[in-house]
């Protein structure tokens, strides 16, 4: 058995994976397959379980380090904290900040290939 699949998810958890990979446990390329820590993320926020997400954060970053192919997260907020200690930053090279985000309205929710019922709920589109 594979991993699941975002496909499978409801409205609330499909939205919660992608802010958990977007926000939490950045990554790059696609956010079609949900890993196990993220599915554990997103149960957790759904039934209220306590979480310490300092500690899944520096996970995060660990296993970005010793990945070849991955680049340390958080840049912004690691750069916050770098000024905040006095750390000399002057021979950074400075960035743009994004001039869009992502949203989350009614052509998202049809991207991600739901529809809205006539009770005014979101539901997949194979469900009906």
């Given at each position: 058995m594979g991993k699941p699949s975002t496909h499978s998810l409801t409205v609330t958890s499909r939205v919660l994976h992608h802010m958990i990979c977007s926000i939490l446990l950045p990554r790059g390329g696609h956010r079609d397959?949900?890993?196990?820590?993220?599915?554990?993320?997103?149960?957790?926020?759904l039934t209220g379980r306590r979480i310490q997400v300092g500690y899944l954060m520096m996970i995060h970053m660990i296993s970005c380090v010793e990945s070849m192919t991955r680049v340390l997260p958080y840049d912004h907020f690691l750069t916050?904290?770098?000024?905040?200690?006095?750390?000399?930053?002057?021979?950074?090279?400075?960035f743009e900040a994004p001039t869009s985000y992502d949203t989350y309205d009614e052509q998202s929710l049809v991207r991600m290939t739901f529809e809205k019922a006539p009770d005014g709920s979101w539901v997949r589109k194979a469900e009906r």
């Open positions: 397959e949900v890993s196990y820590l993220e599915a554990f993320i997103v149960d957790s926020i916050r904290v770098f000024k905040d200690v006095g750390v000399d930053l002057s021979r950074e090279t400075d």
